[in-house]
């Protein structure tokens, strides 16, 4: 993450715009303290809208607890001429 300070970042905006959408997040600095992160609006949606793992979706499926039948056909296969 790069950091900047606040004039630099003023007076360098759209390159500070074009670097969060394509290197990632950028800090901002007032002062020496860290205030403020720019983050780009996927990196934003992905922060609203965190990705679920197999087993919280798996378990979330409309269909658990359904008991399936998943036994095997056991009769032989077909005969075909080719």
């Known amino acids: ?3 900047w300070q606040l ?3 003023k007076a360098k905006f759209s390159e500070l715009v074009r670097k969060a959408r394509l290197e990632g997040p950028q ?3 007032v002062r020496g303290q ?6 780009s609006r ?3 949606e ?5 990705k ?3 087993i919280e979706f798996m378990s979330s499926s409309p269909l658990k607890g359904i008991d399936l039948d998943l036994e095997r056909d ?3 296969s077909r005969n075909i001429s080719l």
């Open 1 to 3: 993450m790069q950091t």
């Open 74 to 76: 056991q009769s032989t």
């Open 27 to 29: 800090e901002i600095t």
């Open 52 to 54: 679920q793992s197999f």
């Open 7 to 9: 004039q630099e970042a």
């Open 42 to 44: 996927k990196s934003y």
């Open 46 to 50: 992905a922060l609203l809208h965190p």
């Open 34 to 39: 860290e205030h403020v992160v720019i983050l």
